[in-house]
């Protein structure tokens, strides 16, 4: 809730001050995101000075009609705000209408109906083969100089881990999920069973490098039981996400990767790699386990970046 109300500010600007204040004291917001909203907030009592023949007060902003808005939202189109910088702005707005509206007692304006730009869905940031490769099969030699070398089980394990991630394309969690008795070895079942959001099961072809990774660290474990975790944090329970997160992220400031070379690229670039070497579209959704093929659908515009980036390197007209 608010800070309590001492009496309307004399001018929006002076609200956009205190709703800054509580947005940072009280909600404990990030000071880039409070510093974002503050401008965005500026832009917008600056707009409605100009919409409204004067400085708007609080009054005039719980008078504001959604057209007001909408108004708004073309101008900053027309002085070329893109669709993200556009929906950021609404949703300062937002926040700032409503908790002027709490703070003075009164009923919120019905925002509901004012609604953002729709924003592009986000391309998926692939890795190349050969950086792919290096995440995965280099990333047991990541470790901190100032210590002693990793032991030898927790270096295999994130090699296995990370190979099954690009080899298979498989979400974090759902590798991490897997128990010893789903480990795909040399020689046994052609395809690993995976439980996907919403516990919906799917079965994915597994390479031989995959199953010899796995092989290699399980090796390091002899006697292990078939329930128990297939990948151990330090402390013997199931690997933490973030644990693996932070591992990849230590190795790739080591190994020069770009800072996208992160668990779930690894997924991005098995999809992404399986398109251009022209895998039909509708068995790459099966392998990920995506619903909708749609979501599966915005690895063709990563595949067509690919492409036109190599015609630009290589076409002699293009420049």
Request: charged share 25%; net charge positive; hydrophobic share 45%.
């Amino acid at each position: 809730m608010p800070a309590a109300y001492a009496g309307p500010p004399e001018t929006g600007e002076a609200a956009r001050h205190r709703f800054l204040d509580w947005l940072a004291r009280e909600r404990r917001a990030a000071a880039n995101t409070v510093e974002a909203y503050g401008r965005d907030l500026t832009d917008f009592l600056r707009f409605l000075a100009g919409h409204l023949g004067e400085e708007p007060g609080p009054a005039a902003l719980g008078a504001l009609r959604a057209a007001d808005l909408r108004a708004f939202l073309a101008a900053r189109a027309s002085a070329g705000a893109g669709a993200a910088t556009r929906a950021r702005q609404l949703a300062a707005i937002r926040g700032f209408l409503r908790w002027l509206a709490r703070a003075e007692g009164r009923e919120p304006l019905a925002l509901a109906t004012i609604r953002g730009p729709r924003l592009p869905p986000a391309v998926p940031r692939a890795l190349t083969p050969d950086q792919a490769l290096e995440a995965a099969a280099g990333v047991g030699q990541a470790h901190d100089p100032a210590r002693a070398e990793r032991p030898a089980e927790q270096a295999a394990r994130d090699i296995a881990l990370f190979t099954l991630l690009y080899g298979c394309g498989l979400r974090i969690a759902e590798a991490l999920a897997l128990d010893i008795r789903d480990a795909p070895l040399p020689g046994g079942e052609a395809a690993l069973r995976v439980t996907g959001k919403g516990g919906k099961p799917r079965l994915v072809p597994v390479l031989p490098a995959v199953r010899q990774a796995i092989a290699d660290y399980l090796a390091l474990r002899p006697g292990a039981p078939p329930e128990a975790p297939l990948f151990l944090g330090a402390r013997g329970g199931r690997l933490d996400p973030a644990v693996a997160q932070k591992t990849l992220r230590d190795w790739r400031r080591l190994a020069g990767l770009p800072e996208h070379a992160t668990p779930h690229a690894l997924r991005h670039s098995f999809a992404t790699h399986l398109l251009g070497g022209g895998a039909d579209l509708r068995a790459i959704q099966e392998l990920l386990g995506h619903a909708s093929l749609s979501t599966t659908q915005r690895y063709t515009a990563v595949d067509a970046a690919g492409l036109l980036a190599t015609w630009r390197k290589a076409h002699p007209r293009a420049d």
